[in-house]
């Protein structure tokens, strides 16, 4: 059985009048459910996670600033949303997701949270659109409560994982890998186990060639007992943000990758789905869609 977290405060954090372009947290599940890919039992509602969990990853200061909704204003615009509590108790659903998520995979093989991958979250600061690093924190839950002890994070969205690989920097038991646009967001970046950074317009070809070789590198260097997967969708050609011009059957080649890769050896994998900005929304929701088509393809 594929566990899927999902929450209808994914799509609509905040009142009527202040809607953000959330609608594929709401279109990724009923594509789904349309085609007959899932099921209503896959899903499953994660209630917030914990204070106690959160300060396992990020700093107690950063944590009661947005838990209290005080952080300045120059600090709100680097996450670039207004803060509310309502995003807050999102951003605490999502983690949790990704939490209960691992678990699953770990009996399931495989699991995914329709939101998360909020990697630019860093130990003391939140950025585009990230306050709570999901994946991050999960790491660490589970190497605290010894589920996990070796950790892979594959991060592929199209930006770099600057706050996952800022949180881990010290910490060898979880080894970081992130391909993304060189000259695109964040343009500080910070130092991963293992960055690719990647020329505007890298093609198909291109892009899965360096894939294929750095997966490897990735797998050797550390020997997972599970891995996380970041399956950002702006990749695209299509995508206004990505400065990548990858084709949609691409994208799914990449998945598909990761996928065998982890269940060749035998990886629980937890899947978060992080960006995805192309003009059409039925492109984003394809492409996530397809993560999923091969999950369910693979794994059931
Ligand atoms: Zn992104």
Redesign the pocket.
């Known amino acids: 059985m594929i566990k899927i977290a999902w929450h209808p405060i994914y799509a609509h954090p905040l009142p009527e009048g202040h809607r953000f372009p959330m609608l594929k947290y709401e279109l990724i599940p009923e594509q789904l459910m349309h085609e007959g890919t899932i099921e209503q039992n896959n899903l499953f509602y994660p209630e917030p996670a914990s204070e106690e969990i959160i300060l396992l990853t990020h700093k107690k200061a950063y944590w009661e600033q947005l838990r209290d909704l005080t952080l300045s204003a120059k600090e709100q615009r680097r996450i670039g949303f207004p803060l509310s509590a309502q995003l807050v108790e999102r951003e605490l659903r999502i983690t949790q997701g990704t939490i209960d998520g691992a678990k699953f995979a770990i009996e399931n093989g495989i699991a995914f949270n329709v939101a998360g991958g909020t990697h630019h979250a860093g130990s003391n600061w939140g950025e585009g659109f990230c306050l709570l690093n999901d994946q991050a924190i999960t790491a660490n839950y589970i190497l605290n409560r010894k589920i996990a002890h070796r950790i892979l994070i594959i991060d592929l ?3 770099q994982g600057n706050g996952t690989a800022e949180i881990f920097q010290n910490e060898p038991r979880v080894f970081t890998f992130s391909m993304h646009g060189d000259k695109n967001f964040p343009f500080r970046k910070e130092v991963s186990d293992l960055d690719v950074p990647l020329d505007d317009n890298l093609e198909d070809e291109a892009y899965l060639n360096l894939l294929e070789v750095n997966l490897k590198k990735a797998f050797e260097s550390v020997k997972p007992d599970f891995v996380f997967y970041l399956s ?1 969708v ?1 990749v695209l050609s299509t995508d206004k ?1 990505g400065k990548l011009s990858l084709s949609k059957i691409a994208c799914k080649e990449r998945d598909r990758m990761v996928l065998q890769a982890c269940k060749h050896k035998n990886l629980p994998l937890q899947i978060s789905m ?2 995805g900005y192309s003009a059409d929304i039925k492109d984003i929701v394809d492409a996530h869609c397809n993560t999923y088509r091969l999950a369910f393809d693979l794994f059931t």
């Open positions: 969205d199209v930006h950002g702006d943000l992080g960006g």
